[in-house]
Nanobody, 120 residues
Framework: QVQLVESGGGLVQAGGSLRLSCAASGSIVSINAMGWYRQAPGKQRELVAVFTSGGITNYADSVTGRFTISRDTAKNTVYLQLNNLKPEDTAVYYC??????????????WGQGTQVTVSS
């Protein structure tokens, strides 16, 4: 079984920063892609930033220049540095990964989510 465990959310004032972490654990053979999505109240879940299977980073236009995704492949961990936060960044942030395990072909896993709240 695979688990994605997120941490680092919280309450911050506009203009502030946070750093989110997501660690994948379990019978992992390989991680094809890993990144972050978010869902604000009343809105659909959207891509924030991701490492693709080719190791390329993709960002949502709304966070480009403010958020930075990074990873530690040895630790199966991905990070999201959130700078210059805005109230519209308020959402539950979910870690997402496509992982191959010893039993299953690659499938998508989700973390439990971590709340980011930005006050104006």
């Amino acid at each position: 079984q695979v688990q994605l465990v997120e941490s680092g959310g919280g309450l911050v004032q506009a203009g502030g920063s946070l750093r989110l972490s997501c660690a994948a654990s379990g019978s992992i053979v390989s991680i094809n892609a890993m990144g972050w999505y978010r869902q604000a109240p009343g809105k659909q879940r959207e891509l924030v930033a991701v490492f693709t299977s080719g190791g390329i980073t993709n960002y949502a236009d709304s966070v480009t220049g403010r958020f930075t995704i990074s990873r530690d492949t040895a630790k199966n961990t991905v990070y999201l540095q959130l700078n210059n936060l805005k109230p519209e960044d308020t959402a539950v942030y979910y870690c997402n990964a496509e992982i191959r395990t010893r039993i299953y072909a690659p499938r998508v896993y989700w973390g439990q989510g971590t709340q980011v709240t930005v006050s104006s």
